[in-house]
Each structure stands twice: as C-alpha cells, then as structure tokens.
C-alpha cells in the first residue's frame, strides 16, 4: 500500500511524541511492505512564531494533499495567561478541522487491565471498560458567533448545530455500534437547550434506520457521574463537540493517564491523527512525556484511516506487551512498580519499536 503521511508535530511535547508515532509507522511500513512517504508541517504555537499564523497556508495545502495526518498538539502558557490575544494556536486547530471537514472525532477508551491501579477509580469498577465515544467536531460554541460587548462587561458563544451535522456524526456512531454490543448513548442536555432538542430529536430519527441498537438519551450532567460511577454500561457514546470534549477528557481518568488515548478525526477524505493530550509545556523536553498516546494514534491511523487491522494489532499488541512486563513512563506509574522500570519518553518509545520489530521482522 502506498499513503503520503503528513506530520505536524506541534507544540510542546507534540514533537517528542510525533517521533515515536512516525518511527512506528516507518517500522510497520517496513515490515508489512508498504510504501509510506512523509512530509511536515507548522502548526499552532510554533507557526505562530514562524509566520504569525497558527495554520500557515502551506500545511493547510499540504493537509489536502495527504492521505493521513499525524499530529502532536497546540498551545502554550502565553496564551493561558493572557485571554486578551487574538491569535491563538487552538485556532489552527479548529480551522483544519473545518477546512478538511474532519467532523467526527472517535475516541476509543481502550483498557489495559496492567493499567487498573493506575486510575483513581476502583478497579472493580473498571474491569471490562471498552468504550467508544463520537464527538461532533464542527458545530456548537466552538464555531458559533462569539460577542463581547462594548464595555466589555458581557460576551457571549453562540451555541448551533443544523441538521444535517448531527445526522452525519450519528450514521457513523450508530454503524460503530452495529459493529460492536450494539448499543448506543446520545449524551445532551435537551431539558434546557434548544440546540440539544434538536440533537435529541434527530438522533431519534436516525435511530429508526437502526432497529437492532438500542439507543439511550443522557443529560450530560447524569453522564459525567455515570461514567466514573459505572463505565461498563457504555458502549458507543454520541455526543456534541462541548460535551465530548469534558467528557472524554474524563474519561481519560478510565485508562489510567490521558498520555494513553488517542484519537482519530474523520469526515470523507483525510484523517487526522492524534493523542487527546495537550502540549504540556511544564515537562517539554524532560523526557517525561508519554508516547504510547502517539503511537496508538498511529494504530488507529492504519485500522480506520487505511483499514490496516493486522498492523494495527500488532502495535496495540506492542503496548500490551510492554505494560505487562511492568514498564510504565512516570504518568502510570505507581507504589507497585519496579522504580527501575519506569522509563523516559524516549526509551519507552525505542522499546514499543523494539517489539514491533520483533514481531515484523521474526
């Protein structure tokens, strides 16, 4: 198989991480014979810096032009510290986003058992997670016209969703769930929101096309306590771009570390690829960052994006490998493991390739 390979590694930890994500796929390529090319690109912080734009025209093309992307992450601590600058990394972010027409974002929460202890949340409640959340990617007060008032005492979001945005986000969500226990959660807040009326309104439309899922309705405040209360009871989660953002950054809390989720961004053509975690500027260039994130990023890149499921295995089995034989990076370590085994970014990310390796070149 032959795919052009855009990375943009980012801001922050996003290169540290991206490297690890690029020397899997180059190994998987190797091993499996395909033909992958690379290229790279700015975003966010770092082409802000470079160009005074946080998506330079240049990647954007680029973007059009690739079969996948890898990504890393945007931001920095000059813009959380002053809410007053109007060009802001995030924003090229949204903007790819949109531009591609990247407007499903699936966010599997995959479990390791060796990881059980490593979350806050009882491992009797955990055992047997396996969950995959649908996030709307284009729509909602991300995108909505944002005011602020002359005296600057008031602003607003405007929070929007048309039809057609929840149908297409929903068909995908609801073809997952066919694909799995077949069952679905739509996640909104219809007792106070018009636009999660319409949400609701529609996903109930769409579920009708799919007579064997059953399909639930939760309030988002309901979710977030029933997702640390019991996390068993879902299994596709469908929700809007604000409520899939907090929710699964809580859910990360499940896999023990948000430097284990990764996440893919689709909509009809390129997918974009990355770690839900952000650029974490306190430990940039520490060799602390979590690569697994990256790297499982990258399986997600060759099942969804290439329909690669043999090679994606391989690295999920990898990971499992490593996590079993006791090797952790510092943000899923605990008071049991072997202080000799806790490992940098750098050398958890040789030794995932290591075993990729092995089980590529026997």
């Not at 974490?280 to 260039?285: K, M, N, Y």
């Not at 499982?296 to 996590?323: C, H, N, P, R, T």
């Amino acid at each position: 198989m032959k795919k052009n390979i855009l990375v943009i590694p980012g801001d922050g930890i996003g290169p540290e991480v991206t490297t690890w994500g690029k020397a899997v796929l180059e190994q998987i390529a190797k091993g499996f014979g395909h033909d992958f090319s690379y290229d790279e690109a700015l975003m966010g912080h770092a082409a802000i810096e470079a160009t005074g734009n946080p998506l330079p025209d240049e990647t954007l093309e680029k973007a059009k032009k690739s079969d996948a992307i890898l990504f890393g992450a945007v931001g920095h601590a000059k813009y959380d510290n002053d809410p007053s600058l109007k060009v802001r990394p995030e924003q090229g972010l949204l903007k790819i986003r949109k531009e591609l027409g990247l407007y499903a974002n699936l966010r599997p929460i995959l479990l390791f058992d060796e990881l059980l202890n490593a979350s806050s949340i009882k491992p009797s409640i955990l055992k047997g997670t396996d969950i995959l959340f649908f996030r709307e990617l284009t729509g909602d007060v991300y995108f909505g016209e944002k005011t602020r008032s002359e005296d600057n005492n008031t602003a607003s979001d405007l929070m929007i969703y048309h039809r057609y945005e929840v149908e297409r986000i929903a068909r995908k969500a609801f073809e997952a769930a066919m694909q799995r226990r077949k069952r679905l959660c739509s996640v909104d807040k219809a007792n106070v929101l018009e636009s999660s009326r319409l949400w609701r309104e529609t996903v109930q439309q769409i579920a009708k096309e799919y007579p064997e899922v059953q399909t639930d309705h939760m309030f988002i405040d309901n979710a977030a306590m029933q997702l640390i209360k019991d996390p068993k009871q879902f299994d596709v989660v469908l929700t809007a771009n604000l409520f899939g953002d907090i929710l699964t950054d809580e859910a990360s809390q499940i896999a023990g570390s948000m430097g284990m989720l990764a996440s893919a961004s689709v909509g009809e053509s390129t997918g974009f690829f990355e770690p839900i975690h952000g650029s974490a500027h306190d430990i940039t260039g520490k060799n602390l960052a979590n690569p697994l994130a990256s790297i499982l990023s990258v399986s997600l890149m060759l099942e969804i994006g290439f329909g690669l499921k043999d090679e994606a295995k391989v690295i999920i089995d990898a990971v499992d490998q490593v996590l079993k034989e006791g090797f952790r990076t510092n943000d899923i370590a605990d008071d049991t493991t072997n202080p000799y085994k806790v490992l940098g970014t750098k050398e958890m990310g040789q030794l995932v390739l290591k075993y990729i390796t092995q089980k590529t070149n026997p």
